[in-house]
Structures are given as C-alpha cells and as structure tokens.
C-alpha cells in the first residue's frame, strides 16, 4: 500500500480538484447578493404581526404578488393526456407552443401571424439565452447591452459560451433625424470600442420594458436600434419579459420590437396580390365550367328514362347547349388565362426589376428606401419571453424564443434536448394561456396590484425625500443615493454603503454596480417580492438608519 499522500489542491486549480479549468468561471456566484440573501431567509423575513424585525429582501426580480392566482388557475387543470409523460419535440409541445403564438397575437403582436412553430421553449429565459449565444455567436465574440441591464446577463453570456457582454450608456436624445443619428453613433463608438479590444460584436440585447429603470423605450429608438443591427447584419435579441407588466400606460406605451421590425418591411407587391386575385378568378371559371359539364352529364343521363320523343328531344336540345356552354366558358377562361400570364409576365419582369435594384441597395446599405427585405428580418430578429414575470411563475422554468431564422431553429432543436420542459408542466401552461378570458382578466389584475405596489413605495420615497426614477412597467424603482454614499464617492464606497444598509436595516438592494450604472450610489429595489406594507416599512429603515436627514432639499425625481 502506497503511503504517499495526495498534494493538496490549490485554490482556483480546477484540474488537481478533479474539474476541468473551464469550470473555473463558474465557481464565482452568478449574482454577488446571493450569499446575502440566503442569510435573509435563514434568519427570516419581514412579517407585520410576528417578525417586525425581520429581513426585507428587495434584490429578487420576481413578481409573488399574483401567485395565487396563478395556483388557482394550475389547480383546474386535471385531465393531463397520457403524451405528457412521453417525448416530445424539444422544442417545446405542439399544445403549449400553440399556446404561446395564441397569446402574443391577442397581447403583445397585434396584428402578426405567429407561427407555433418559431417557438422555442426552455427551462428559463437563461437557458433559451445559453442556447441563442451558443447559435449565433463565437466564444470571445461581444454583445451589445444598454446599461444599466439585468444582472445576471453577464453569467447568462459568459458562463458556458464565452461571449462578452458589452454595456454601454444609450442616451434616447431627442426625436427625429438627430437622435436616431445619435442612437447610431452610439452603437457605432460601443462597436469601435469592442474592436479596440478584439472583441467582434455579433449583436444587441435590449430589454424593453427595462431591467432595472422600470422604464419603456420610445419606438422611434428601438426602430433605430433595428435598423442599426439589419445594416451591420447583427442580431438584435429583444428582451420583452416584461412586456405585459405595464401598470401605467398613461405615463408609458410598449411595442414590441417583433412589430416595429415588420413595420421595416414593404408591403406585399401588386403582381402578388394579382395573383391571389387570378387564383380566385380561375378558381371560379373552373367551377362554372364543371357545373355546366355536371349539368350536361345529368341531362343526358335522363334522356332514356322517358318514351315521350318531345321530351327526348327537348332534353338532347337542352344538353347540347349545355355542352356549347360549357366549351365557351373553358374557351373563355383559356382566353382569360393567357391574357393574365401575358400581364403576369410583364408585371413579374417589372418586380424582378425592381428587387434586383433593391438587393444591389440593401447589399450595399442594409436597406432600400428605408425598407428590409422579410428574409434579412427574420434572420435577426428575436424575442425572448417567458413566464417568470408577467405571470408570477418564475418556479415554472419556462422561457419562449420568438424567431423566424429556419437555420437558427433547426440548431436549437438540437440544443433544446438539454434545455426541455417536462410535457406535464407545458401543458398545464398551455391549458392556461390558452384560456382566453383568463388571461385577459389576470394581466389586468397583475397590472393593478403592480401599481399599487408602485404607488405605496413612491409615496413613502416621496415623504423622505428619497430620489428615483419614475418607472412605468416592470416591478423595479433605481434609488439614486448617490449624495449618502461616503467620500470618496467609489464602486468601493458603494459596497460599503450596501453592505451598511444590509446590517443595519435588514435591507438588500441591488448594487449599481451589479447592472453596470454609469455611476457608484444607484441601486436597484424590486417592489413585487414583498406585500405594500413591508415597502414602507423599508423606506423607514432605510431614512432612520443611514440615511442622514436633509429638510432643505426636495426628492429630486431623475
């Protein structure tokens, strides 16, 4: 028996702990509150009749306010077919991706055809990311994102697939030809930027309503950015899963970017729209032709059922005129036909003019008077959606891609083998949102207790003076404390300052500095985790304990 003894492994030596040294760059926590907020739940949480010092976690994008609603809505579902315990496409189950192209025709693309088809479904928006990057990028590629954005966009980009994620400081400007001029320049100076570097930038992810603003894009700004990506030929991935948590349209409308990138595309040609009507036309002539053939067949099959030689002659009389009429109408239609080829080919020879001047446009600047071709826009455009927030069921796993790129999908069937939904769960969530009048009325419920959520946590803001930006959509409100954070004003002293608040208040935030603010002393609160009453409460906490009384000033709404 060997009595050497094993070297110990060193830390960060992924191949002597028995992992291979990729694994490396997952060992980091995907979020940096993660330790923080597991504290929180050992310890226990906030509760107005018997924990009212306990922890009020504000740091988890997730929306319990409609939860029971969802259970009840779960609970009906009782007659599951047997199919759901076999295999099914991995894509997703025919009944739920169904399902999902049902209601983003009545919610969220008003007026576009979705086909079930370009649905993909996975265990999670980050799974369905995981896969997207996987398929369209290379590792050390680079991605776009206007900051700040969601957190865990990083780990959801790096861990596996080795892509950068690319922040950077979008500025809407103002309307018009100058700001889209400026939205460009932008995105230009990012992609320089990234270049300078070494890092080839393959797309834009932009989540709209936004994590954390809880703002909406203005469409002139999203078309910009579409239009940007159609031009460079990269993807633009639209994060929409927020896109039916907007509590106040008043202040905020949303479009999807599925909707403004079709607006890009030109209508449908007059040839192809002669065409349908020249196929309805020849539809007709045929019918009446066989209708006149039928009428001549059924007389002349009676001319020997009567002895009576004037009724005989009347009906052979009857069926010859039938057969002259039948032969004019063919004649006619020949004649109809032949013309309408004629004006086809001309009109066809015209199209084929004009899209050959067209690709020579678009081959050269992406577009041809403003307008894409449907192919380069189903080439680039996606969108991801999924359960999580809209509909309180982020313990689901279940994340949707909308794309209409038939090479893209292909891949994803692939990679969806290690990303599927059990069939139980898929069609239990088929059986709900397919139910048309319910999900009418629970986004309309969820909307309204995500307001009052909102309107409670800005009142209490609003009494301490406590700055923050307005937010339309979405379950977020970005703090800005900047003039409490400790001198000097560093990423550092916002650490600090987080932590301060976690000890002191039993309080987690998001720290800026996780979704990448342009500046230390910004953090993220999440408003749909904890009921109304703990949202005051937090706001006591927060002005009683750090932060230092001010009466002269106003709360200055960014």
């Known amino acids: 028996m060997s009595t050497a003894k094993e070297a110990p492994a060193k830390a960060g030596d992924g191949v002597a702990a028995g992992c291979s040294a990729r694994s490396e760059r997952l060992l980091a926590p995907a979020l940096s509150y993660i330790g923080q907020f597991i504290k929180a739940a050992g310890e226990g949480l906030w509760d107005a009749e018997t924990k009212k010092d306990g922890w009020i976690p504000l740091v988890v994008a997730e929306n319990k306010l409609g939860n029971s609603m969802m259970l009840e809505r779960l609970a009906k579902v ?206 007709r002539s045929r019918s009446s032709a066989s209708a006149a053939a039928d009428s001549s067949s059924s007389s ?105 790129n038939s ?20 069609w239990a969530v088929a059986q709900a949102l397919s139910d048309v009048e319910w999900t009418a009325s629970f986004l309309s419920a969820n909307q309204q207790l995500l307001k009052t959520s909102y309107d409670v946590l800005v009142a209490a803001l609003e009494v301490e003076k406590i700055p923050f930006v307005p937010a339309v959509a979405g379950m977020f409100v970005w703090l800005d404390l900047r003039k409490w954070l400790p001198e000097p004003k560093t990423w550092e002293s916002e650490r600090k300052f987080w932590q301060l608040v976690c000890d002191d208040c039993h309080i987690i935030l998001t720290p800026g500095h996780d979704c990448h603010a342009a500046q230390p002393g910004f953090f993220r609160l999440c408003f749909a985790w904890m009921p109304p009453a703990a949202l005051k409460e937090a706001v006591r906490r927060l002005r009683n304990r750090v932060l230092e009384k001010d009466e002269g000033s106003d709360c200055v709404v960014q």
Not at 407 to 426: C, D, E, Y
């Open 78 to 283: 009782v007659d599951y077919p047997p199919s759901v315990l076999n295999y099914s496409g991995m894509k997703g189950v025919p009944e739920c991706q169904a399902a999902v192209a049902g209601l983003m025709e009545r919610h969220m693309l008003n007026g576009h055809s979705v086909d079930p088809n370009h649905i993909v479904i996975a265990a999670g928006c980050s799974a369905l990311l995981d896969n997207l990057f996987w398929c369209i990028s290379d590792a050390g590629d680079g991605i776009l994102i206007p900051a700040p954005y969601y957190p865990a966009f990083d780990n959801d980009l790096k861990a596996k697939c080795s892509v950068h994620p690319l922040p950077f400081y979008l500025e809407e400007g103002e309307e018009g030809a100058q700001g889209a001029a400026a939205i460009r320049a932008q995105l230009d100076a990012a992609t320089v930027a990234a270049a300078a570097r070494g890092i080839a930038v393959r797309g834009l992810l932009v989540t709209n309503p936004n994590n954390p603003l809880g703002t909406v894009y203005r469409d002139a700004s999203i078309t910009e950015m579409i239009k940007w990506c159609l031009d460079n030929r990269m993807h633009y991935i639209s994060d929409e899963i927020y896109a039916l948590s907007l509590f106040d349209p008043e202040r905020g409308t949303f479009t999807s970017a599925i909707t403004l990138a079709q607006q890009l595309v030109p209508p449908p040609t007059e040839a192809t729209k002669q065409r349908g009507r020249l196929a309805s036309f020849f539809g």
């Open 300 to 404: 002349s099959e009676s001319e020997s059922d009567s002895d009576d030689e004037t009724e005989v002659r009347e009906k052979k009389r009857a069926a010859r005129l039938a057969r002259r009429a039948a032969r004019a109408a063919k004649q006619e239609a020949r004649k109809a036909q032949a013309e309408a080829a004629a004006r086809k080919a001309a009109e066809d020879e015209e199209a084929r003019k004009a899209a050959a001047a067209s690709a020579v446009a678009v081959k050269a600047n992406g577009s041809a008077d403003g307008l894409y071709s449907q192919a380069l826009v189903d080439t680039y455009i996606h969108m991801m959606y999924g359960m999580s927030k809209d509909w309180c069921a982020s313990g689901l796993r279940m994340g949707m891609l909308y794309s209409r």
């Open 407 to 426: 090479r893209l999908q292909q891949a994803l069937s692939t990679a969806s083998v290690f990303t599927g939904v059990s069939g139980h769960t898929q």
